[in-house]
């Protein structure tokens, strides 16, 4: 069993900024991908962010230039710097981890329960 928790949740006024953060535990022998989404009301899933094991970032063109990933890969850590923020930033935050549980293992996705940011006007 791996366990993924965000914190950093938060009501901003549009302009802040804040840091979310995300750890994996449990059972895991690596990790590859650690990315972030995010879910509005009434939209779908949406891949804000992704960090590769090897250093490769992307990012979606809606917050590029304004969030950064970064991540400790021996902590088993990977954060989210939000700046500038908007409005339609408003949604809730999910953190996903590809883990494998031993060595040659099948890499599985795991989820975050999801932290929700709030930016005001």
């Known amino acids: 069993q791996v366990q993924v928790v965000e914190s950093g949740r938060g009501l901003v006024q549009a302009g802040g900024s804040l840091r979310l953060s995300c750890v994996a535990s449990?059972?895991?022998?690596?990790?590859?991908?650690m990315d972030w989404y995010r879910q509005a009301p009434g939209k779908q899933r949406e891949l804000v962010a992704t960090s590769g094991s090897g250093g490769m970032i992307s990012y979606a063109d809606s917050v590029k230039g304004r969030f950064t990933i970064s991540r400790d890969n021996a902590k088993h850590t990977v954060y989210l710097q939000i700046n500038s923020l908007k409005p339609e930033d408003t949604a809730v935050y999910y953190c996903?981890?590809?883990?494998?549980?031993?060595?040659?293992?099948?890499?599985?996705?795991?989820w975050g329960q999801g932290t929700q940011v709030t930016v005001s006007s």
């Open positions: 449990g059972s895991i022998f690596s990790i590859n991908a």
């Open positions: 996903a981890v590809d883990a494998a549980r031993y060595s040659g293992g099948v890499l599985i996705r795991n």
